[in-house]
């Protein structure tokens, strides 16, 4: 089966984010197909968006005890504020 070459960059460019593997891709380029544009749309506004905006920090709250999430934050950079700061990360 032949697969168009827009699909293809776009299962790339998709594999390409943190924990997304090529499968994962193409699930979410099939996905992205079947979607509205107009939410397409808005899905690419916000990321450009996020691009232009310059952001620096991005700070995320956890309810404790919660390990898992601890590790998903860390996985992903967050790093915990203070040791005072129970639950809090920030990633720069």
Known sequence: M???EPLLIAI?????LPGIGKKT???LALHLLK?????????VKSIEELKTKNIH???GII???NKESV???EKFGFKKTSPEAEGMYIRK
Do not use: C, F
């Not at 979607?35 to 899905?43: A, C, G, H, I, P």
């Open 25 to 27: 891709a193409q699930r």
């Open 35 to 43: 979607t509205e544009k107009e939410n397409v749309d808005s899905l």
């Open 57 to 59: 920090s991005v700070i």
């Open 2 to 4: 032949q697969i168009a």
């Open 71 to 73: 590790k998903l934050h």
């Open 63 to 65: 309810a404790l005890p």
């Open 12 to 16: 790339e460019e998709l594999s390409k």
